[in-house]
């Protein structure tokens, strides 16, 4: 059974750091690529970042450039992403998904191509607040 659980989400002060965890199953995580999206209560979902695993090449939205960083570790099959110097605008439920190119629904762009969102999880409320 593909599953992919979030977890690591929480309430972090504008400027602070926080990282989400990403744990896969059911899959083979080598071939794969993942993608980060965000979503807030009454916005539309909006990619975060995407990583090709047997690469390690990744790709990330402007809106979060130069402050989040996904990375993997294979062995446990996991999938993190790492967001510094957060912002109120942050605030969001954060997804990781299994990207498809095959798939016609849920498009997600990742820098060098466009993928589909395959499966995702239950997401991982972060809020960024004073």
């Known amino acids: 059974q593909v599953q992919l659980v979030e977890s690591g989400g929480g309430l972090v002060q504008p400027g602070g750091s926080l990282s989400l965890s990403c744990a896969t199953s059911?899959?083979?995580?080598?071939?794969?690529?993942i993608a980060w999206f965000r979503q807030a209560p009454g916005k539309v979902r909006e990619a975060v970042g995407c990583?090709?695993?047997?690469?390690?090449?990744?790709y990330y939205a402007d809106s979060v450039k130069g402050r989040v960083t996904i990375s993997r570790d294979n062995d446990k099959n996991i999938v993190s992403l790492h967001m510094d110097r957060l912002k109120p605008e942050d605030t969001a439920t954060y997804y990781c998904?299994?990207?498809?190119?095959?798939?016609?629904?849920?498009?997600?762009?990742?820098?060098?191509?466009?993928?589909?969102?395959?499966?995702w999880g239950q997401g991982a409320q972060v809020t960024v607040s004073s």
């Open positions: 059911g899959f083979t995580l080598d071939d794969s690529r």
């Open positions: 990583i090709t695993i047997n690469e390690g090449s990744t």
């Open positions: 998904a299994s990207v498809s190119l095959t798939r016609t629904t849920w498009p997600i762009f990742c820098g060098t191509y466009w993928g589909y969102l395959e499966l």
